[in-house]
């Protein structure tokens, strides 16, 4: 049996825990009394439940349209909340409130609608409340408004074949209108695209159109273009190719005179690029010579040769147009005039003889010079005395195209038999006309007769060379225009003289007798002053070139300065040059080269541009090209001229000689043969020796 002290303290400790579950009890000085959960319940339904605390909100909507406004408050209470508008929206309506659909009770929805639209910004207010407690705070709903406005966006771009003149193709277009209004607005299409002329969407609305081209000109052909100004979704980019169906080259061409043909003469190439053959026509200048139809089969390529009649030596500009509707190409033609071309027109033998002269009386012949030429022929006349110049004229200009007239008189000192040569050289070639006459004197002994065979006391004057059979047959026909062809050349003038020699077409020979003996020096050259030098010089050759022209001289480019070699190999050069004070639009390097004169048989210095030369970079200020193609050990002599926007042409640059390498040594692959040769060599005479010291043991 448990002591009776014991048993009361653990029914004591019992009772204690029991009433702490009913009742307030203070544990420890200073705490607050407890309430029991039923008190707890009646305090509240005395006092109500706390107030819901109302969350700020703001929305967006579209002026003139509605947006759903959501209204939250926030509590620990999970029953449901009462909302009220407190203050109405000034420039809007608002619905009634409806439960949220998520099925929050602390959550509701209600609808505003914008009836003011001029003005962007609106705002309420609400209120909850929870059963009968107190209403909470008032919450405000902000609204920004923005305009109602379209927005076109582009979802899919046209596509395009390549196309030639003249063919169609169509792409397709697709549209959205993602805004917030209809979209309607009128479109101009860049020619030769063709679409719609207006364009009208709805909200959310997508359209699908047809985009249109048919190009009559090869090119390249681009749309961009905003359907609806300033939104860059509505952009339409498309592109599309046209193709020619043919090619001319090259756009501009400078005839060159052929002195096989005596004509101006070039080559225009035109190739067909398209799959089926082509029949094109041409329309030129009467003057112009050239096929008026050119037939090409699938991807050729023809040489159309175009020219100048030989008679047409004047200066020629004119187009050449190659066709086929409604395709057409250009090619600019240039012909500087034909170079000076001397004849001996009257008399007609290209002879003189004065006859039989009384002595104290003169005799005079006229010699008439014709210039068939395009070119100004500047001549000088060497005399041979007694045979001199009656007005004592020693230089002339004969104008393009025409003739003058010398007189020649004859009125020796001594009577007897005379024979010399009358000299014309110049730019148009040189002729030597053969003159003869008879001195006699009637108080003499003996009949004219005798006196005929008296030698001329100064010997007979005769040039020291006389011109070939082909030039005095030439001389001879005053009808014939004096030819020039380009026969053999001598080794002499093969390559450029120095630039401190003479033009060559200004020597002229000196008169010597049949015998070979020196007569007087007729050197023309060393008889003009330094200004008609150059002059003659530049007129003596074909390479006064079409720069010389006015009507092709550039007015605003200065030559070509400081032109040289950079880099010299066994069959290419690298040319150089420094920039001139106005940069040209592009440069023409040409190449001197000899034609001789059928006529005179004088070589004569021309140039030809040099095709396919490549530009090198080089050093500011400077530029360079590279020339390939060339023959080792040869000599060559070069000019620059620049070429402005207007198409004419700088004067020429000083000129530049420069003779290549030759190709010396052995290729290398020899060198690899016999020096294989020499080790194979070495081994045989070393198994030799060896075999000859075993035999010797």
Same mark, same amino acid.
């Given at each position: 049996?448990?002591?009776?002290?014991?048993?009361?303290?653990?029914?004591?400790?019992?009772?204690?825990?029991?009433?702490?579950?009913?009742?307030?009890?203070?544990?420890?000085?200073?705490?607050?009394?407890?309430?029991?959960?039923?008190?707890?319940?009646?305090?509240?339904?005395?006092?109500?439940?706390?107030?819901?605390?109302?969350?700020?909100?703001?929305?967006?909507?579209?002026?003139?349209?509605?947006?759903?406004?959501?209204?939250?408050?926030?509590?620990?209470?999970?029953?449901?909340?009462?909302?009220?508008?407190?203050?109405?929206?000034?420039?809007?309506?608002?619905?009634?409130?409806?439960?949220?659909?998520?099925?929050?009770?602390?959550?509701?929805?209600?609808?505003?609608?914008?009836?003011?639209?001029?003005?962007?910004?609106?705002?309420?207010?609400?209120?909850?409340?929870?059963?009968?407690?107190?209403?909470?705070?008032?919450?405000?709903?902000?609204?920004?408004?923005?305009?109602?406005?379209?927005?076109?966006?582009?979802?899919?771009?046209?596509?395009?074949?390549?196309?030639?003149?003249?063919?169609?193709?169509?792409?397709?277009?697709?549209?959205?209108?993602?805004?917030?209004?209809?979209?309607?607005?009128?479109?101009?299409?860049?020619?030769?695209?063709?679409?719609?002329?207006?364009?009208?969407?709805?909200?959310?609305?997508?359209?699908?159109?047809?985009?249109?081209?048919?190009?009559?000109?090869?090119?390249?052909?681009?749309?961009?273009?905003?359907?609806?100004?300033?939104?860059?979704?509505?952009?339409?980019?498309?592109?599309?190719?046209?193709?020619?169906?043919?090619?001319?080259?090259?756009?501009?061409?400078?005839?060159?005179?052929?002195?096989?043909?005596?004509?101006?003469?070039?080559?225009?190439?035109v190739s067909n690029g398209s799959p089926a053959?082509?029949?094109?026509?041409?329309?030129?200048?009467?003057?112009?010579?050239?096929?008026?139809?050119?037939?090409?089969?699938?991807?050729?390529?023809?040489?159309?040769?175009?020219?100048?009649?030989?008679?047409?030596?004047?200066?020629?500009?004119?187009?050449?147009?190659?066709?086929?509707?409604?395709?057409?190409?250009?090619?600019?033609?240039?012909?500087?005039?034909?170079?000076?071309?001397?004849?001996?027109?009257?008399?007609?033998?290209?002879?003189?003889?004065?006859?039989?002269?009384?002595?104290?009386?003169?005799?005079?012949?006229?010699?008439?010079?014709?210039?068939?030429?395009?070119?100004?022929?500047?001549?000088?006349?060497?005399?041979?005395?007694?045979?001199?110049?009656?007005?004592?004229?020693?230089s002339a200009v004969v104008p393009a195209g025409?003739?003058?007239?010398?007189?020649?008189?004859?009125?020796p000192d001594q009577p007897g038999t005379y024979?010399?040569?009358?000299?014309?050289?110049?730019?148009?070639?040189?002729?030597?006309?053969?003159?003869?006459?008879?001195?006699?004197?009637?108080?003499?002994?003996?009949?004219?007769?005798?006196?005929?065979?008296?030698?001329?006391?100064?010997?007979?004057?005769?040039?020291?060379?006389?011109?070939?059979?082909?030039?005095?047959?030439?001389?001879?026909?005053?009808?014939?225009?004096?030819?020039?062809?380009?026969?053999?050349?001598?080794?002499?003038?093969?390559?450029?003289?120095?630039?401190?020699?003479?033009?060559?077409?200004?020597?002229?020979?000196?008169?010597?007798?049949?015998?070979?003996?020196?007569?007087?020096?007729?050197?023309?050259?060393?008889?003009?002053?330094?200004?008609?030098?150059?002059?003659?010089?530049?007129?003596?050759?074909?390479?006064?070139?079409?720069?010389?022209?006015?009507?092709?001289?550039?007015?605003?480019?200065?030559?070509?300065?400081?032109?040289?070699?950079?880099?010299?190999?066994?069959?290419?050069?690298?040319?150089?040059?420094?920039?001139?004070?106005?940069?040209?639009?592009?440069?023409?390097?040409?190449?001197?080269?000899?034609?001789?004169?059928?006529?005179?048989?004088?070589?004569?210095?021309?140039?030809?541009?040099?095709?396919?030369?490549?530009?090198?970079?080089?050093?500011?200020?400077?530029? #360079?090209?590279?020339?390939?193609? $060339?023959?080792?050990?040869?000599?060559? @002599?070069? %000019?620059? =001229? /620049? &070429?402005?926007?207007?198409?004419?042409?700088?004067?020429?640059?000083?000129?530049?000689?420069?003779?290549?390498?030759?190709?010396?040594?052995?290729?290398?692959?020899?060198?690899?043969?016999?020096?294989?040769? #020499?080790?194979?060599?070495?081994? $045989?005479?070393?198994?030799?020796?060896? @075999?000859? %010291?075993? =035999? /010797? &043991?």
């Amino acid at each position: 049996m448990m002591p009776t002290t014991p048993r009361s303290v653990f029914c004591l400790a019992l009772s204690l825990l029991t009433f702490a579950a009913y009742a307030d009890v203070t544990l420890r000085p200073g705490d607050k009394p407890k309430e029991s959960t039923k008190d707890f319940i009646k305090d509240k339904e005395k006092n109500g439940y706390l107030s819901p605390e109302p969350r700020d909100r703001t929305f967006a909507y579209v002026t003139g349209l509605s947006v759903e406004v959501e209204l939250e408050v926030a509590t620990s209470y999970l029953g449901p909340v009462k909302f009220t508008i407190r203050d109405q929206p000034q420039h809007g309506t608002l619905s009634a409130i409806r439960s949220h659909p998520s099925g929050a009770s602390n959550k509701a929805l209600v609808t505003y609608t914008n009836v003011d639209t001029d003005q962007i910004v609106d705002r309420f207010t609400f209120q909850g409340k929870i059963g009968e407690g107190s209403t909470s705070a008032p919450g405000t709903i902000s609204l920004i408004g923005k305009k109602a406005s379209p927005r076109v966006e582009v979802l899919e771009m046209a596509k395009f074949k390549r196309l030639q003149p003249g063919e169609n193709d169509a792409g397709q277009v697709v549209l959205l209108n993602s805004g917030t209004a209809p979209f309607s607005g009128e479109v101009a299409w860049p020619a030769p695209f063709v679409g719609p002329p207006r364009i009208e969407l709805a909200v959310n609305e997508k359209q699908t159109f047809l985009l249109m081209i048919r190009p009559e000109t090869p090119g390249a052909y681009r749309v961009d273009q905003e359907l609806q100004p300033g939104v860059p979704s509505s952009r339409v980019i498309a592109y599309v190719e046209c193709v020619q169906a043919f090619v001319v080259t090259p756009g501009v061409m400078n005839l060159q005179f052929d002195p096989a043909k005596g004509n101006r003469t070039g080559i225009v190439k035109v190739s067909n690029g398209s799959p089926a053959p082509l029949k094109l026509k041409a329309e030129f200048p009467n003057r112009l010579q050239a096929p008026k139809e050119i037939n090409l089969e699938p991807k050729q390529t023809k040489e159309v040769i175009i020219s100048l009649d030989a008679a047409d030596v004047a200066m020629f500009r004119g187009e050449l147009w190659v066709i086929q509707e409604p395709h057409r190409e250009k090619v600019m033609i240039y012909a500087e005039p034909e170079p000076a071309q001397i004849r001996v027109a009257s008399p007609s033998d290209g002879r003189v003889d004065f006859g039989k002269v009384e002595m104290g009386k003169k005799g005079e012949a006229m010699i008439s010079i014709a210039n068939d030429g395009g070119q100004p022929a500047v001549l000088k006349f060497t005399q041979a005395p007694p045979f001199v110049l009656a007005n004592n004229e020693s230089s002339a200009v004969v104008p393009a195209g025409q003739s003058i007239s010398v007189a020649l008189s004859f009125a020796p000192d001594q009577p007897g038999t005379y024979k010399g040569s009358f000299g014309i050289a110049g730019t148009g070639g040189r002729l030597d006309v053969a003159v003869t006459g008879v001195l006699f004197d009637p108080r003499r002994p003996g009949s004219a007769a005798d006196q005929d065979k008296i030698e001329n006391p100064h010997g007979p004057v005769r040039p020291k060379a006389t011109a070939s059979a082909a030039a005095r047959e030439s001389a001879t026909k005053p009808a014939a225009k004096a030819a020039v062809e380009a026969p053999s050349i001598p080794a002499s003038l093969s390559k450029p003289p120095p630039p401190s020699a003479a033009p060559a077409a200004v020597k002229v020979a000196s008169a010597a007798s049949d015998g070979g003996e020196q007569g007087p020096d007729s050197s023309v050259y060393g008889q003009m002053s330094p200004q008609a030098v150059e002059l003659y010089g530049r007129l003596a050759t074909f390479g006064a070139g079409i720069e010389a022209i006015p009507q092709f001289r550039s007015n605003i480019l200065d030559p070509v300065p400081a032109i040289g070699v950079k880099e010299a190999g066994k069959d290419y050069l690298v040319l150089h040059w420094q920039s001139p004070k106005v940069e040209p639009k592009s440069y023409l390097v040409q190449e001197s080269f000899y034609v001789v004169n059928k006529a005179t048989g004088i070589p004569l210095k021309s140039w030809k541009n040099v095709e396919g030369w490549k530009p090198v970079t080089s050093d500011a200020g400077t530029a #360079a090209a590279r020339i390939e193609g $060339l023959t080792p050990a040869t000599q060559y @002599e070069y %000019r620059v =001229l /620049g &070429v402005d926007n207007e198409g004419k042409f700088s004067p020429p640059s000083d000129l530049l000689q420069v003779a290549l390498p030759a190709v010396s040594g052995l290729p290398g692959w020899v060198w690899l043969f016999l020096l294989g040769g #020499a080790l194979a060599l070495g081994v $045989l005479m070393l198994r030799r020796i060896q @075999e000859q %010291r075993t =035999l /010797g &043991v």
